[in-house]
Each structure stands twice: as structure tokens, then as C-alpha cells.
């Protein structure tokens, strides 16, 4: 019965009407965490952050199982429930720390010039698209980390494609404008290695 990640979009929602309501919500438990959480961590940049956020929105479902409908939508519910904690998250992130991009060290340590102004670079990057607003960094990071369209975008959060469209084109305005001027130090870069 229990499928991957994967299957979740082909999931036979009608098969839960013969479990209990503890084990609908292990078999979700089972199919939705890991790509929850792969989900927030994308937006988050912070897999502690990302797990506990996910593990918030199913004790929720827990204390509700008796009552809990599974559907076509509970999906998109599970999702929605997890990037409007993360949403609430990062505002109180933004609040208490800033633009603090300690923490960001994707790469891991690098010392040669060249990958230290990719690092700095980089580091620019995360801080400007950490200076979004917190809904337009959530559809900034669903379309460019996750990879989904305008339509799922809008589907996810239940927002309209206008709407996704618009919070996309004030992220590429900002982020354009925050980092003009790293890319041109990386194009210098580039140039005075090959010359």
C-alpha cells in the first residue's frame, strides 16, 4: 500500500476509507514527509527549521484524525499547512535576525580565489533572495528550486496564476537590481582568467 514520494500524484485516494484514522495519517506520514520537508529545506535553506515546521503540520493532522477527509485536496492542503508555517517563520526570521547568511555554507569550505568569489557570490545570491518578502521568496524558491510551474505554484498555495506571476516578477525585478553588481564582478573574473 505504502508508495514513494513519487506516486503521491497518482495516489487512489479512495483506498483510505477502509483504515483507521491513525493509519491514514501514517500512510501520509509515510508518503508526504520526505518530500515536505525536501520541500521547506529548498525554501528554508535550514533542514532542522524544515523538519520541525513538517512535523508541527502533522501533529496538527494527528489531533484531527478523527475528523480527517482524505481526498484529492489533502495534498495540496499538507503543503499549503507547511509553506504557511514556513511563511510565518521566516517573518519572525526576518524580524529577530535580519539578513544574516552565516549559516548558508552550501558548499563547504573553499580556498582558492576562484571558489571564494563563487562563495561570496553565492552568498550574495541566498542574502537577496533572503530580503524578498517572505510570500515572494516562498513562489521564487517553489519555481526555481522545486522546479514548479506558474499553474502548480498556484495550485499549491491557492493563489491564482496572476498572482504567482506577479510575486515572480517583483523577485527577478529585486534580484536583478541586488545583484548587478556581482555578476559583473564575476564576469570580470571570468574574463581576466581566460586573458
Request: glycine share 4%; with cysteine; hydrophobic share 40%.
Amino acid at each position: 500500500m505504502t508508495k514513494t514520494g513519487a506516486d503521491t500524484a497518482n495516489t487512489d485516494y479512495s483506498v483510505f476509507r477502509n483504515f483507521t484514522p491513525e493509519e491514514k495519517v501514517e500512510v501520509l506520514f509515510r508518503e508526504l514527509y520526505a518530500p515536505l520537508c525536501k520541500s521547506l529545506y529548498n525554501l528554508l535553506r535550514d533542514s532542522s527549521a524544515a523538519e520541525d515546521i513538517v512535523q508541527e503540520v502533522f501533529l496538527k493532522i494527528w489531533d484531527r484524525r478523527d475528523k480527517l477527509q482524505i481526498d484529492q485536496g489533502i495534498k495540496s492542503y499538507l503543503y499549503r499547512s507547511c509553506y504557511n508555517s514556513a511563511l510565518n517563520f521566516l517573518k519572525l526570521q526576518k524580524k529577530i535576525s535580519g539578513d544574516d547568511v552565516a549559516g548558508m555554507d552550501i558548499m563547504g569550505y573553499m580556498d582558492t580565489e576562484k571558489n571564494m568569489l563563487f562563495r561570496e557570490a553565492e552568498s550574495s545570491v541566498y542574502k537577496a533572495i533572503d530580503s524578498l518578502p517572505p510570500k515572494t521568496k516562498i513562489v521564487f524558491s517553489l519555481s526555481r528550486f522545486e522546479e514548479l510551474s506558474y499553474k502548480e505554484i498556484a495550485d499549491r498555495l491557492e493563489v491564482s496564476v496572476k498572482a504567482v506571476e506577479k510575486h515572480m516578477g517583483i523577485a527577478l525585478q529585486r534580484l536583478k537590481n541586488s545583484l548587478k553588481d556581482v555578476v559583473a564582478a564575476l564576469i570580470i573574473s571570468l574574463i581576466s582568467q581566460i586573458l
